[in-house]
């Protein structure tokens, strides 16, 4: 008994750290618990129950007497779907039976400490090269190009700086968006930009929660309420962090 007790949780870690690598990287929360329970099925524990929200993962199995649980705390989450896509591969390996526990627990754990990012002046680079084409596509003129790249760009790197020392996402979006504001003005005012509406709106693209707002209505489409209205109240928080910041600058600077 107590060696099934022991594998129980052996599963239940597993389980546990696949979902928590994927809503810590911007997964969908039906997402993360059919994963769950999926990896938990292909274990042996055909009864079991999650439930998470954006800030935690709650992991029941059933099976063994008494039912086990366990709950895990997210504290910090962002944007790598490349993490998404990896755990789904090792869960389909968990399925087809090519891993065992202790291979998975361990490519798991692999991937949670793996740093599969960008280097920051490839995510810099894209960011002033997309600011550039969100600005033409929004009717911009191609004479605003080069003012539009170099004010995303800088927006980009000002929100990594100050999400560093400021660990709050609205903080850090709002000065951010404020940089952006008072850079397009500054590039007008001197005649190297012309239109200050296109430059701003082109610019403010990279930091637009554009996963949140979509993750948001895919939750709310599959049932799960509470996971939906979270991330669709801190979308419209980024969203007003950038509105705010960008009003200060045409309110009291221009």
Aim: glycine content about 8%; charged content about 15%; hydrophobic content about 50%.
């Amino acid at each position: 008994m107590d060696k099934i007790v022991e594998q129980t949780y052996e599963i239940m870690e597993v389980c546990l750290l696949a979902g928590k690598i994927m809503l810590q990287s911007g997964a969908e929360t039906y997402r993360v618990e059919d994963t769950m329970m999926r990896i938990a099925a292909s274990f042996g524990i055909e009864k079991s129950h999650s439930y998470v929200t954006p800030t935690g993962i709650i992991f029941s199995a059933e099976g063994s007497e008494p039912t086990k649980t366990k709950l895990i705390r997210i504290s910090e989450r962002s944007t790598d779907l490349k993490k998404v896509a990896l755990v789904n591969s090792i869960s389909r390996s968990i399925s087809s039976g090519e891993l065992n526990l202790e291979e998975a627990l361990n490519r798991l754990k692999d991937l949670e400490n793996l740093n599969v990012t960008f280097p920051m002046r490839y995510q810099v680079a894209a960011a002033s090269v997309s600011s550039g084409c969100f600005m033409i596509m929004l009717n911009g003129g191609w004479n605003d190009f080069i003012p539009a790249m170099i004010t995303g760009g800088a927006g980009y790197i000002s929100f990594m700086a100050f999400h560093r020392f400021v660990p709050i996402k609205f903080f850090s979006e709002f000065l951010a968006s404020f940089l952006i504001g008072l850079i397009s003005l500054l590039f007008v005012r001197i005649g190297l930009g012309h239109k200050l509406d296109t430059i701003i709106i082109g610019s403010v693209m990279t930091l637009v929660p554009g996963l949140s707002v979509t993750n948001a209505i895919r939750d709310l489409m599959a049932g799960h309420l509470v996971s939906g209205l979270s991330k669709g109240a801190e979308a419209f928080l980024t969203a007003f962090a950038i509105g705010a910041g960008i009003a200060f600058v045409l309110s009291f600077l221009q």
